[in-house]
């Protein structure tokens, strides 16, 4: 029984340095950290050094670690981290999500583009957003699967915390098996589908 007791996590060596993501450029921390809590465990968390997807995870801004936040996979769920995941299947998608606070409004908004010292960004609704964005992709024969990787998390103007979106695209995951590939894309929906019902009432 004694390799079923809790171990301690000790939260200054997580496996990886993609774990670690640093928020000292971040002038509202702490709106920063509520806002990144909305999406904890809602999009999928990457880390291109082991080449894992974390779907299955905590966030933690540890006061010993400084501005930082670490990004803990769940200790003893193995089969929610998913491995093989090339990097060469990773790409930027140029949208980003921000608090509808930005426009008095409640839930999420999603921008095509957010850009420091430039206008303030052109935003939709995010469900509509996403709708539209699923759709286009499936008319090409394409499917949306959004996750998140170190970086990510950003600041507009030093006031406004935002998150860019990285994608997955599964058919690029040639090492993998068809089954491997389709499971990896179900586990990424059915967060996405999570977020997507939730996100009139997220807020920060």
Same mark, same amino acid.
């Given at each position: ?9 000790? &939260? ?10 640093? $928020?000292?450029?971040?002038? /509202?921390?702490? %709106? ?5 809590? $909305? ?13 894992? $997807? ?10 010993? +670690? ?5 990004? #803990? ?8 981290? #998913? ?11 140029? @949208? ?11 839930? $999420? ?12 960004? /052109?935003?939709?609704?995010? !469900? ?9 992709? !499936? ?5 949306? &699967?959004?996750? +998140?990787?170190?970086?990510? +998390? /950003?600041?507009?103007?030093?006031? &406004?915390?935002?998150?860019? #979106?990285?994608? %997955?695209?599964?058919?690029? @995951? ?17 967060? +996405? ?8 009432? @997220?807020?920060?």
């Amino acid at each position: 029984m004694n390799d079923m007791q809790h171990q301690e996590v000790d &939260l200054s060596q997580p496996q990886n340095v993609d774990l670690i993501w640093d $928020l000292h450029s971040i002038a /509202r921390r702490e %709106l920063a950290e509520r806002f990144i809590r $909305l999406f904890e465990n809602r999009l999928c968390v990457y880390s291109e050094s082991v080449r894992q $997807l974390y779907t299955n995870y905590s966030v933690h801004f540890p006061n010993d +670690l400084g501005r930082k936040m670490v990004v #803990l996979p769940a200790p003893y769920a193995f089969h929610d981290t #998913l491995h093989g995941i090339d990097p060469s299947a990773v790409r930027r998608t140029g @949208l980003c999500v921000l608090p509808g606070a930005v426009l008095g409004k409640p839930g $999420l908004l999603m921008s095509t583009q957010v850009r420091e010292g430039g206008p303030a960004p /052109r935003t939709m609704a995010f !469900k509509p957003a996403l709708a539209q964005i699923i759709s286009n992709q !499936k008319k090409i024969g394409d499917v949306f &699967l959004p996750i +998140l990787m170190k970086g990510d +998390l /950003r600041e507009f103007g030093q006031q &406004l915390p935002y998150i860019h #979106l990285h994608r %997955l695209q599964v058919h690029k @995951l040639t090492r993998l098996s068809a089954f491997e590939r389709s499971d990896i894309q179900q586990a990424i929906i059915r967060k +996405l589908l999570m977020l997507y019902r939730e996100a009139d009432n @997220l807020a920060c």
